[in-house]
């Protein structure tokens, strides 16, 4: 079993891993792009609790700067500006380390 996270939920998950003894595996989907988000954000079928927009873009670069990611994990960050087929053999080989 691999257990999967993307960005800010990875204490929970980190805690899931430790209770059943399996791989933890980090990977950060990262966009730089403001108005690619925002479009990939409004076009998306989202819940409730998740934002539709960016407010702010000094904010969101803030969030993005400042979130934490495991220290004792190997990080996996893939630019998703790019085909997802540019980084999908990578994300595959690192979840079957």
């Known amino acids: 079993m691999i257990v999967l996270a993307c960005m800010k939920k ?25 108005n690619e988000i925002n479009f990939r954000l409004k076009k ?4 409730l609790s998740k934002i539709k927009e960016i407010q ?15 220290s004792e994990h190997k990080c996996l960050v893939v630019d998703t500006k790019q085909p997802l087929e540019s980084y999908i053999r990578e ?7």
């Open 56 to 70: 702010s873009e000094e904010s969101f670069k803030y969030t993005i700067k400042n979130s934490k990611k495991p």
């Open 44 to 47: 998306r079928d989202r819940m």
């Open 10 to 34: 990875w204490l929970k998950k980190e805690q899931i891993y430790q209770k059943y003894n399996v791989k933890y595996k980090y990977i950060e989907c990262y966009l730089d792009d403001s």
């Open 91 to 97: 994300v595959m080989n690192y979840i079957h380390e």
